[in-house]
């Protein structure tokens, strides 16, 4: 039995693009795309599904404390709502188009471990207000400076007898 192409090509090219986005990044950003993703829409005031539209600004840097991930998610309504979601939502094209910017730091371990994060989603021109900009690179460095040195995990004993009592 053939398809028509009207069938199988709208098909092919939708799995060709995800693939293609999908490729360029690695599976950590991947990782930060999909946690960005289950927050949005686990905000109350969000109704509907949201697409991943865009990913740029994408920092990834690796030191002996973890791996640092920094990238803006640009998302896009589609036509589903989020309590019902259906296979196959189409994007509304004059709908919301928000961004978030997402830092994570991940940890060294064969399945790494978030060591802390940091996501801001709104719109666009929000995200560039000077003020909005600043704190989130004040939240973005503090993120990459996490598992470095000052906070080691603490557990119970470490240092119950690093003095020893007075004479």
Known sequence: M??????WLPLALGVAAVAAVAAGQSPLQRRVVRDVLEYFHGRSN???LFKER?????????DPSGTFVQLRLGLAQTACRKRAPQRHCRVLESRRRPTCLACYKFDTSDVPKVLDKYHNCGSSHHLAAKEIRQRDEAECRAV???GKGGDLL????MFAFSRGLPA
Do not use: K, M, N, T
């Open 2 to 7: 053939r398809l028509p192409v009207s069938l």
């Open 46 to 48: 969000v109704h509907f």
């Open 54 to 62: 865009e990913v740029d600004g994408v920092i990834e840097r690796e």
């Open 144 to 146: 990459e400076e996490a």
């Open 154 to 157: 603490y557990l119970p004993g």
